[in-house]
């Protein structure tokens, strides 16, 4: 008998990706099955990043790298977020990672254990509650509300913060509601901490480029009192169609840089060489495609809105980032996982059911709108038609 130890009897995962494979393999058996669960662009990686990668192959760039990754694209990351934000930061503080996930993978390990807090968004990525489990730390969530925009608020988060809480992890633009959290609310959030000194705040801003109708993204970066306190978690996967190259960037406070650059040493070494390069083209080169993509997410935001609007009991929010609609379906009778469930069975529509992302998404499927208009559409009179004709389980 193995025993392996008690943390892997609290992990969690993301169901995204069952979704994603139960929908691939009722497609394999010839289901017309419309994607609507997986949150990932439906775009190609811009040529000029991919050739860069190619490019480095063929220029030997094969080994390993530092395991923080290659001076220039930190420079490039630093320079970046000068360009975008107008934020001063160290090359020296920035850790290229395999992908998004890794950082707040680092940033719970770092701070949970038995007895710690750790504060996270409900409805939210799936992987901080899973994360915070596993560390046997206590996760304690901020409700996100649908009255409030899908913003959190300042105040409830605050409320929540007691002696024991070591880790507060914020996402704006968000997943899987698609809310911003305006920046007078983030203003008064980082006010509110000035009160809670010993709590460390990682802010997920990988939809930082995603926002709609002319509203800024606003980064905790803006914020000199909390740097020395800031995990800031970005990286390529969203911004350039990058998911699967596993490309993504953390700025650490310097107490705290060494220690994940450890992690990194400790388990993965170093991110895949070629793809850094990719990385570098893709920060220093042309930034239409990124453009491009975003205005067709803007689009299509529109399309899906309108569409689930008109569905029989179903209210829908306007997204005013990422790409995902988080419809209201409670009035239709449905659980939202069961209703996930039938629309992909009996419609061939793969959502996700909110509960999937915390106990506070119940009420409520998400919809990722990163496919075509054609399919939106199609979609949408799916499962129009079947809440039509259905009863709910
Ligand atoms: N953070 C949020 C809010 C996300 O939605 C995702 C991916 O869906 C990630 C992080 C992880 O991104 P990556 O695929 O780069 O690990």
Not at 161 to 169: H, Q, S
Request: proline fraction near 7%; charge should be negative.
């Amino acid at each position: 008998m193995l025993h392996t130890v008690g943390a892997f009897s609290r992990i969690g995962e993301e169901n995204a990706f069952a979704v994603l494979a139960r929908a691939t393999e009722l497609a394999r058996q010839g289901r017309d099955i419309i994607n609507l669960g997986i949150g990932q662009p439906d775009f190609r990686t811009p040529e000029h990043i991919v050739e860069a990668a190619i490019k480095a192959l063929r220029d030997g760039h094969h080994g390993y790298t530092p395991a923080n990754g290659i001076l220039p694209l930190r420079e490039a990351v630093a320079a970046d977020l000068h360009k975008r934000f107008g934020a001063t930061v160290d090359p020296d503080l920035v850790l290229i990672v395999p992908g998004g996930k890794v950082t707040m993978f680092m940033a719970i390990l770092m701070f949970g254990e038995p007895g710690a807090e750790i504060l996270y968004p409900d409805p939210g990525f799936p992987i901080y509650r899973s994360m915070i489990e596993f560390t046997g730390a206590t996760p304690i969530p901020v409700p996100i509300r649908e009255e409030n925009g899908f913003a959190f608020s300042a105040e409830e988060t605050l409320s929540l913060i007691t002696p024991r809480t070591r880790l507060l992890i914020v996402n704006s633009p968000a997943n899987p509601t698609g809310g911003v959290t305006p920046k007078e609310e983030i203003d008064k959030l980082v006010a509110g901490l000035a009160r809670f000194p010993d709590v460390a705040i990682m802010s997920d801003e990988i939809y930082a480029q995603m926002t709609y109708d002319g509203l800024e993204h606003r980064t905790l970066l803006a914020y000199p009192e909390i740097r020395d306190r800031l995990i800031l978690l970005d990286g390529w996967s969203k911004t350039y169609a990058m998911t699967g190259w596993r490309m993504g960037y953390s700025i650490w406070p310097k107490p705290l840089y060494d220690n994940a650059r450890k992690l990194a040493v400790n388990s993965y070494s170093c991110v895949n060489a070629s793809a850094q390069f990719a990385g570098l083209a893709a920060l220093t080169g042309p930034q239409d495609a990124v453009h491009e993509m975003v205005a067709e997410f803007d689009r299509r935001r529109k399309v899906v809105t309108e569409g689930l609007n008109a569905l029989p009991n179903v209210s829908a929010a306007v997204p005013k980032g990422a790409f995902y609609a988080f419809p209201n379906i409670s009035r239709t009778g449905w659980k939202a996982k069961k209703l996930a469930s039938a629309l992909l069975e009996e419609a061939g529509v793969a959502t996700i059911g909110g509960p999937d992302f915390g106990v506070h998404g119940e009420g409520f499927i998400r919809l990722s709108y990163a496919n075509s208009t054609e399919n939106i559409r199609k979609a949408l009179a799916r499962m129009g038609e079947f809440l039509d004709s259905h009863r709910p389980a």
